[in-house]
């Protein structure tokens, strides 16, 4: 009937259809074993068999919290009660409380940012343990015999409850891939970018040398030496700076040798070299200062200017043009290692040069 016991109204519409046990309510108004049973929790039909999701909401990106869901999807927040229970996946809760477990990016008590979400998603479930929950006389779907039996919603003593445990979660494959190629673009960037060489400090005071004529020399230390003979011979030898001249003869000067080029290089150019000859100029092998006046630079390496100012280095050459290159390469002292070469080029003498060096002692010179 409508309703049960105690004098009240049987016979009604809330009656059978709706489980075993009695109407829509029993015992004086309180939810028995029709639509409701036990104190409003859901029996006999519409409330067993629900599903349970504990600090999560399922799936892999979703906020923490506790929704509970009956056998027909309906989600029902705060519902209590017995079926499938699924545990949140620790793994990729971005934006998740820090009660959960985990999260995709920094670990637990994490802010992710979105991260996670844009990235990760879940791998799936699996059935980790089946059991018997006992629900009360007359709320379960199950009777134990000596193998558990269906007897009807509302008419056993137990109810199945299956546990199910996320895989965890899984990296997207356009992020997989995004990931791969920016790994492969540091990586081609390392190997391409050459490292910038460390220039090394001089080791001692600052020294002039000086070369001019066929070809004779003043010396870092004062001394002066004379050279008659053609050839390439060391101006500089020291661990990080390379200096050569080229000594052949002209048509006035009887077979002796005078300074026709000096060549720089050395681990203090950084892999670089300049050459600097009576009527042209170089660096790496590409012409530089083809004009006059002209100017050529390298940041942090090289500075170079060809004009008419400067000083004399031989003897009765005054009044006559000055063609003259000024050198200023970066050595790792204030001053830098400098170089004057004073060009020669009359027809009646043929081409030469003088040359003056200013730079620091060098390790192992």
């Keep these: 009937g409508s309703y049960v016991g105690g004098g009240i109204p049987a016979g009604g519409v809330m009656g059978s259809g709706m489980g075993t046990g009695g109407g829509a309510y029993a015992a004086g108004g309180i939810p028995g074993g029709g639509a409701y049973v036990g104190g409003g929790i859901p029996g006999s039909g519409v409330g067993m068999g629900t599903t349970r999701v504990v600090a999560g909401n399922g799936s892999c990106c979703g906020p923490s919290g506790t929704t509970y869901a009956n056998a027909y999807g309906n989600a029902r927040p705060g519902m209590t009660g017995t079926g499938t229970t699924v545990h949140a996946n620790p793994g990729c809760g971005v934006g998740s409380a820090p009660s959960d477990t985990g999260c995709c990016v920094g670990g637990p008590e994490t802010s992710c940012g979105g991260v996670g979400s844009a990235c990760f998603e879940g791998a799936g479930n699996m059935v980790t343990s089946t059991d018997w929950t006992y629900v009360g ?3 379960g779907t199950y009777a134990g015999t000596p193998n558990y039996s269906y007897v009807g919603q509302g008419a056993g003593s137990y109810e199945k409850e299956t546990f199910v445990t996320p895989y965890g979660c899984r990296i997207r494959p356009c992020c997989l891939l995004l990931a791969l190629l920016s790994l ?5 960037a390392y190997f391409l970018q050459k490292p910038a060489a460390l220039v090394p400090a001089p080791v001692g005071p600052v020294g002039t040398c000086t070369l001019w004529g066929d070809p004779h020399i003043r010396t870092f230390d004062g001394i002066r030496s004379d050279y008659y003979s053609p050839g390439e011979f060391w101006i500089v030898k020291s661990d990080n700076v390379w ?4 000594y052949l003869p002209t048509k006035v000067t009887s077979g002796l040798g005078v300074t026709k080029s000096i060549a720089v290089g050395g681990p203090f150019l950084k892999g670089h070299k300049l050459r600097v000859e009576v009527r042209s100029a170089s660096w790496d092998g590409q012409p530089v200062l083809t004009g006059f006046p002209s100017d050529f630079t390298v940041p942090g390496v090289i500075d170079m200017h060809y004009n008419n100012v400067g000083t004399l280095l031989q003897n009765g050459r005054e009044g006559k043009a000055l063609h003259i290159v000024h050198i200023r390469l970066e050595d790792g002292s204030p001053e830098g290692l400098q170089i004057q070469v004073n060009r020669w080029m009359e027809p009646a003498e043929g081409d030469y040069m ?12």
Excluded at 184 to 188: D, E, K, N, T, Y
Excluded at 355 to 363: L, N, P, S, W
């Design 354 to 365: 003088n040359v003056k060096i200013t730079m620091h002692g060098q390790k192992g010179q």
């Design 184 to 188: 492969l673009g540091l990586a081609l």
């Design 137 to 139: 006389e007359g709320r």
């Design 243 to 246: 200096i050569q001249g080229r």
